[in-house]
Nanobody
Framework: QVQLVESGGGLVQAGGSLRLSCAAS???????????MGWVRQAPGKEREFVAG???????YYPDSVKGRFTISRDNAKNTAYLQMNSLQPEDTAVYYC????????????????WGQGTQVTVSS
């Protein structure tokens, strides 16, 4: 069974930080290092938004909306990806999903094959 499990969400004041984790398990992720990992968020009433990705070769990608504030990383020995979020703003409030696909990062959420259940991030003003 393939699983992606996010953790680390919560309530934080504007300007604060959170670190999300995404643990991957299951036979598919026996080759975890060959997967690209992404973080996608969805706020109420809005479309899903790609916010960070890290490829199998450790290249990272961010949209302008989070560049300089968010950092994605991975620990292949632990089959875990992370999203460090700094200088959080109320507009960052959303459910954050971890997603995986083979090899390379893409910024289209629909191109990711595997998804976690999501973790809520709420930023108060």
């Amino acid at each position: 069974q393939v699983q992606l499990v996010e953790s680390g969400g919560g309530l934080v004041q504007a300007g604060g930080s959170l670190r999300l984790s995404c643990a991957a398990s299951g036979r598919t992720f026996n080759t975890y290092a060959t997967y690209a990992m992404g973080w996608v968020r969805q706020a109420p009433g809005k479309e899903r938004e790609f916010v960070a990705g890290i490829s199998w070769s450790l290249g990272t990608y961010y949209p302008d909306s989070v560049k300089g504030r968010f950092t994605i990383s991975r620990d292949n020995a632990k089959n875990t990806a992370y999203l460090q979020m700094n200088s959080l703003q109320p507009e960052d409030t959303a459910v954050y999903y971890c997603a995986a696909r083979k090899m390379v990062v893409v910024t289209t959420a629909a191109e990711y094959a595997y998804w976690g259940q999501g973790t809520q991030v709420t930023v108060s003003s």
